[in-house]
């Protein structure tokens, strides 16, 4: 970033909190309303429980839910404590990929796939499934931003489809080959669709390390979830998405150092 210049670190770093705060604000309502098949682009937010128009004051990411102290200003009912935990996260995501990729249009690139797998955990956290809409809209990008990446598109393509493909179709084989052993659905095809999906930002090494990571933050947030999950009609499935995308960031942060060091060993 700007050197040494703390005025200017300051308000790139505010800047790039409130941006990533909004866009967790704007995805955490979009995927509300998908999931209640409720029209994604109807007009402008209302308050679910009494219905009045909300002004600017009630959507400032974070600030709002804070001051109003999770409560509607009209009706005093309370505003889902999502709201305030999906916008700090994305603040912090934003901060995290400026503090990494520096001012450029790979943090951008990066944070709008971030926002993406928010809305993937999302709703695969309330309904176990993922709408194949947010991998489609994810490879997109993924090709909108592919001339851009300063490397040579051959290059990158290649690693991105050898990432995608190869831990996808490894786990594929081995799921089907459990599902056989075990007669139940080990894990969802739609967290499948969603490795290949990373394996395209993340190339081959990433993956495989996001794979580690993710099963790991699966397993963790299948212990801190399992007595608010009890009731559910599949205990036996845990919503993986958030698990992947909690992996995912990490591997974008992190992931070129730890790979670069474990092939160090070869
Ligand atoms: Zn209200």
Redesign the pocket.
């Known amino acids: 970033m700007v050197e040494n210049n703390w005025p200017a670190i300051i308000y790139f770093t505010a800047l790039a909190f409130l941006t990533g705060a909004a866009g967790g604000s704007f995805i955490n309502c979009l995927s509300w309303r998908m999931v209640r098949a409720e029209c994604v682009m109807k007009g402008r937010s209302?308050?679910?429980?009494?219905?009045?128009t909300l002004g600017v004051l009630d959507l400032i990411p974070v600030f709002s839910w804070i001051f109003l102290r999770g409560r509607?200003?009209?009706?005093?009912?309370a505003i889902p404590f999502r709201y305030l935990w999906s916008e700090t996260l994305m603040g912090t995501v934003a901060v995290s990929l400026l503090f990494r990729y520096g001012l450029s249009l790979k943090a951008i690139f990066y944070l709008i796939f971030t926002f993406i797998l928010l809305g993937e955990a999302l709703i695969d956290w309330e309904i176990y499934e993922i709408p194949d809409g947010f991998h489609l809209a994810a490879i997109l990008w993924w090709c909108v931003y592919l001339p851009y990446s300063g490397e040579p598109v051959t290059e990158r393509l290649t690693a991105g489809l050898m990432g995608g493909v190869s831990i996808a179709g490894g786990l594929r084989l081995l799921t089907t080959a459990f599902d056989r052993m075990l007669g139940k659905e080990s894990m969802g095809g739609a967290d499948i669709k969603l490795f290949f999906v990373t394996g395209l930002y993340l190339g081959f090494p990433g993956n495989l390390l996001n794979l580690i990571v993710s099963c790991i933050m699966g397993l963790i947030l299948a212990a801190l979830s399992s007595g608010q999950r009890k009731e559910r009609e599949e205990p036996s499935l845990i919503p993986f998405a958030p698990a992947i995308a909690v992996g995912t960031w990490f591997c974008l942060l992190f992931g070129k150092w730890i790979t670069s060091w474990y092939a160090g060993f070869f």
């Open positions: 209302r308050c679910p429980s009494c219905g009045n509607c200003r009209f009706c005093r009912a």
